[in-house]
């Protein structure tokens, strides 16, 4: 009986945390995961001031995803100010955390919102983290970010809410008139 309730106690351990209000990270599709896992290596870059190789794994996985390093610079000014603007200190999950936080999700949300060419709806969502004048000056760093994402096919669902894990990964599909005028 005591083997049956540590196996129990393992399980339980291992969802901590996780409820039905929870993205878990595996149900993300991979632009999704690619994303997090690229904030919460930045996130881990920015608590360790330098000492970890976490900047340069990023660099990297940027390189190795097709992204340039212009893209990287986007990335890194557009999360620094979100992160200036955070009220609450951990707001970005540690790298080995299954779950989205929900202001994760509000990041995705506005990237996906931005691949779309959804203005309106992506300085809404940012407005709940920034002022209206810093959310509009955001907003050209994030869209450039999205869109070099799309480019190389890290092209995120459209989801209706990143708390709902059973949302579908089916409605990734952005205007392909609407890239291709982004591209020329």
Sequence with gaps: MSAQVSAKSKASAFTVGHTENQTALMKLSTPEQFLISALRLWSQARQD???CCCRSLLRNG???AGLL???FESFDRAVTLIDAAQSEAAWIEQPHHLTLTP????YLRV???CQRDDTAKALHTL???LAPGAARILLADLTSFAWSCAVVGLVLPDRAAYSNPAA???STRIS???LSARLH
């Design 176 to 178: 392909l008139r609407s």
């Design 69 to 71: 390093a212009t893209e």
């Design 62 to 64: 940027f390189q190795a």
């Design 168 to 170: 579908s990964h089916d």
């Design 49 to 51: 001031q330098g000492q």
């Design 127 to 129: 407005r709940a983290w």
């Design 103 to 106: 202001q994760e999700a509000r």
């Design 111 to 113: 990237l996906a919102h």
